[in-house]
């Protein structure tokens, strides 16, 4: 076997040089062209969240048709004119108004409290130990299961409906902007330390515009839970401040075998859910975490 031989100069061996002919850049294809109009129609987020519907109430109608048992479950077609009767009455809308007054209430009051508890958690080492153990107590119960508690201390009226939402909000928006408040980056706070922010304003612009998307998701949580918690509180008791809700509306029906006015209910609950979260928290969204590029 012959030795190799070696470099006894030091000097860097010498490379052959070679050249790379450019390919052509006909067949790579289009990088960037105009979308279609059909493209354009069928990629548009809004027409595929209404085909997402349309299908749905397609099935729903079809199935009611073929099952052809109206107090089982009634067409989607008898649904919407129940619907449109009940709203020109004006039961619906009163009914309906009724609900969001002692959900507005409740949500608000609850959104307050969950401000209180995370400020004091943010502040101190041990605030945050504190509400990390209630939300932990607290937040696996479940709102509805309060509601005997709520009758006994409150009575039967629009303060047990209110004490049973704060229950459904408090916790869950104090998790998700505790949880946001923790995930901010450490060179986010050392920047906002460096340029002299204490504080409120250190607070309102490094934490709060950084841990907004977990904030904006507890806010959509804590309405969900809300909602629906309201629903079926007045499905319990149905009545407050002398006028029943959407759920005593609901109950009222199903206690007169109208299935298909209950439906017209259920159909009111979604709606509102949809418009909530279709239009007012999409535009908070838009103009917040979308517009500072925080996720897509």
Known sequence: MSAQPSNTTGAAPERPEFEIEPSDAVSIGDIERPLSLVE??????????????????????????????????????????VFLNDIGSGVLIDRTFTSLRTLG????????LAAAFTTFAVASGIGTRILSTLTAMFNPLPAIALLPLALIWFGLGTPS????????????VSLNTLSGFRSVPETLRMSGRNIGLKGARYVGLILIPAAFPSILAGLKIGWAFAWRTLVAAEL????????????????EARNDLDTTTVFSGLLTVILIGLFIESVIFRAIEARTVNLWGMQR
């Open 161 to 172: 409906l209110v004490f049973v939402i704060i229950h459904s909000v408090l916790w869950a």
């Open 236 to 251: 319990v008791f149905g009545v407050s401040s002398r006028s029943g809700g959407i759920g005593w509306y609901i109950f």
């Open 105 to 112: 209430l409740g949500y608000v009051l609850g959104l307050a």
């Open 40 to 81: 354009r129609v069928v990629y548009n987020e809004s027409v595929q969240r209404l085909t997402v519907l349309v299908v749905l109430i397609a099935v729903w109608e079809l199935y009611a048709r073929w099952l052809n048992n109206s107090l089982l479950f009634p067409t989607f077609s008898d649904t919407v004119r």
